[in-house]
């Protein structure tokens, strides 16, 4: 099991990274372009494969294997969501220089909102085994969902848009990348502080889907902490890397949706069938590139 020395040094790392990226790499706002991303994206993983080793190294080949899995399930499922920040950014016009800057802050927020959700998710698997079935329930119900579900998305009809509207004090125009500006002697809202409400409330309905995935494979918040954070951590990178390619992903729903069937399976029915955690990284590994391939092979008609 983690200790308290392995939160507090993971949490520092994390921090130090995040200063570095705000205050250091992206302190004048730009458009990111494919090298910058490209060196990002790799960067990320490097650090996210050699935390799976130093797992490994520590504390055994099981929980390496839990965290690579877990890692693996919400990578793909950040993947997905990339479509609905691309979404968002379009709907709301924001500027190219601007969407790291939204990115980042987002993804503050959404690391602190996923560290509440796996806090929750762990106490009450402790105290209460029974919670596992009806999350492996949910899973099964989302997979199901997402498989069918196919819907056109208008984030400015959003609800969190309304409220902002009727309950702010919101400006007709961005100011730069400012979320707040004050106009005669008032303190207004900008655009983009409400694209930011709106890619917060997002993550956190899909933060509803993805803990639980995890939890599935591994009973250890330590490990699924991690998973999530270093998943999540790359995804700015990985959107302006792949944000000409998202469209193309056709079957990447569909996979995803399996993923989560098995997953909430898993869950739902390990009381009588055990499946190890290196048939799952199989299965999940397999049935994702699966889906990649037919997006490339079988060319898209939108």
């Known amino acids: 099991m983690s200790t308290a020395l392995d939160w507090f040094a993971f949490n520092v790392f994390i921090l130090f990274a995040m200063v570095l990226d705000l205050r250091v790499f992206h302190r004048q706002p730009h458009k990111v372009g494919m090298r910058e991303a490209a060196t990002a994206s790799f960067c990320w993983i ?6 799976g080793w130093g797992v490994f190294y520590f504390r055994g080949t099981q929980p390496a294997l839990e965290f690579f899995t877990g890692y693996l399930i919400e990578k793909a499922l950040s993947v997905d969501n990339l479509f609905l920040f691309l979404v968002i950014f379009r709907a709301f016009a924001v500027e190219d220089r601007l969407q790291h800057r939204l990115l980042e802050w987002g993804v503050i927020g959404a690391l602190l909102m996923r560290g ?32 069918f579900k196919k819907e056109n998305l208008h984030p400015e009809n959003n609800r969190i848009v309304g409220f902002a509207s009727r309950h702010l004090r919101v400006t007709q125009e961005y100011h730069g990348a400012d979320f707040f500006v004050r106009t005669s002697g008032k303190l207004f809202a900008t655009p983009l502080f409400v694209a930011l409400l ?19 494979i591994t009973r250890d918040p330590f490990i699924v902490y991690t998973s ?75």
């Open 116 to 147: 509440i959700l796996i806090a929750a998710g762990a106490e009450l698997i402790e105290h209460f085994s029974w919670v596992l079935y009806w999350l492996g329930a949910f899973l099964v119900y989302a997979g199901i969902r997402l498989f």
């Open 228 to 302: 999530n954070v270093l998943a999540i951590l790359g995804l700015r990178a990985l959107y302006f890397l792949l944000a000409g390619a998202i469209d193309r992903l056709q079957f990447l729903d569909e996979g995803l949706a399996i993923v989560l069937v098995f997953i909430g399976g898993k869950m739902a029915g390990e009381r009588w069938i055990s499946i190890p955690v290196s048939v799952s990284l199989a299965v999940v590994g397999g049935v994702l590139l699966i889906a990649l391939l037919l997006s490339v092979l079988i060319p898209s008609k939108k």
């Open 198 to 216: 709106v890619v917060e409330i997002t993550d956190v309905t899909l933060a509803l889907d993805s803990i639980p995935a995890v939890f599935g």
């Open 46 to 51: 490097a650090i996210s494969v050699l935390f």
